[in-house]
C-alpha cells in the first residue's frame, strides 16, 4: 500500500514537470549553431520575483533541454544566454499544463559601436486631455530597428546607440516601460538618447512620457530623422493636426476613451507635427484675474472721483 502510495505521488510529480527545448543560434550574415554556451531557464513571478531555476550548455548542433520541476501558473519563463556581455531573451513561455514546450529559435551576436544606424522603424505619439491644472500627459512610442548584423552597442557616454528629438517645451521626461532598460536611457536637452545595446531583428519598443505646460496652446513634434511611419493620437477631438500627408483616420474608442486618430507616412526631414490645442473648458478660477483687474479699476476710478470731490471743495472754500 505504502509503495502505491509513493509510486502515486512519484506519477504526479513527473507529470508536473515540464521539458523546455529550443536551439541556439550566432547571428550575422548566416545564423549558425552555437554549440557550449551556457542556457539559462528563468522563472518571473508575480511582481517581478524570481530567479534562475535550471540551466545547460547547448550541444554542438546548438540544442538545449531544461526543465521546470514544478510549474507555477502565476508565472512565467524564459530562457536567455549571454554572448559577449550582453544577455538575450527567448519571448515568454507559459506552460500552461503542457508537458513539452518548444522554444523559437534564441539568437546571439557579435557587438560593434559603428555600423548602419539604428532608425525609428516607428513612432506613436498619444497626447491626453488637459489635467485639472491644464497640463497635458503625452506619451512616446518609437520602435528602433537594428539593420546591421551586428548588436550595436554605444562607443561612450557621449555617443548613444540613438537619439531622437523632442519638442522643446516638454517637461516632467520619463522613461515607460517597453524593452530597453530605463537606467540605459536619458533626456540630453531636446533629445532623448539611448545608451542600451540593440540586436538585429525585431524592432525593440522604447516607451517615454513628458508634459505640455497648461499655457502650450500647441505643440509642434519634430521628425529629426527617417521614420516609416507616425502614428497621433489625440484625446481632446476637437484638435487640430497639421504635417505634410497627414491623413485623418476617425475617432477609436480606447479604454472607454476616444481618441482621433492620425498617420503620417514617411515624412520628410526635417518636418514637424503640429497639433494646435483648443481651449480648455471654463473653470472659475479663470475669473480671477478678470476679477482682480475689475477690482483695480475701481478703486482707481474711486480715487479719481475723490480727487474731484476734494478740488470742487477748494474751490467753493475759494469763493466764500
Known sequence: MLLALLGGGAVDLEAQRVAVTGRLYHGGRAATPLARAWV??????????????????????GAYALAIARPDSDAIYVVSSWYHGIA????????????????????????????????????????????RDGTRDVLELVELENPGTATRVAADSAHPVWAGALPPRGIQFQVGQGDLSPRAVARNGDAVAV???????????????????????????????????????????????????????????????????????????????????????????QLVPVVVGVLALALVVAFVIALRKEDVRHQMSDVR
Open 88 to 131: 538575450y531573451f527567448s519571448e515568454p513561455i507559459r506552460p500552461a499544463r503542457r508537458t513539452a514546450v518548444s522554444v523559437a529559435p534564441l539568437t546571439v551576436y557579435d557587438t560593434s559601436a559603428t555600423g548602419p544606424a539604428v532608425r525609428a522603424a516607428r513612432r506613436v505619439i498619444t497626447i491626453a486631455r488637459p489635467q
Open 195 to 285: 545608451f542600451a545595446p540593440i540586436p538585429p531583428g525585431d524592432p525593440k519598443q522604447l516607451t517615454y512620457t513628458y508634459v505640455l505646460p497648461a499655457d502650450a496652446d500647441h505643440v509642434a513634434i519634430p521628425i529629426d530623422q527617417p521614420t516609416t511611419e507616425v502614428d497621433l493620437l489625440v484625446e481632446d477631438t476637437t484638435a487640430t493636426v497639421a504635417a505634410p500627408g497627414v491623413e485623418a483616420l476617425g475617432v477609436d474608442a480606447v479604454e472607454r476613451r476616444r481618441f482621433a486618430r492620425y498617420r503620417v507616412r514617411a515624412p520628410a526631414v526635417p518636418a514637424q507635427v503640429v497639433v494646435t490645442m483648443p481651449r480648455g473648458p471654463f473653470h472659475v478660477q
Open 40 to 61: 539559462v531557464l528563468h522563472e518571473v513571478s508575480m511582481g517581478g520575483r524570481g530567479g534562475p531555476i535550471d540551466s545547460v550548455r547547448s550541444d554542438a548542433r
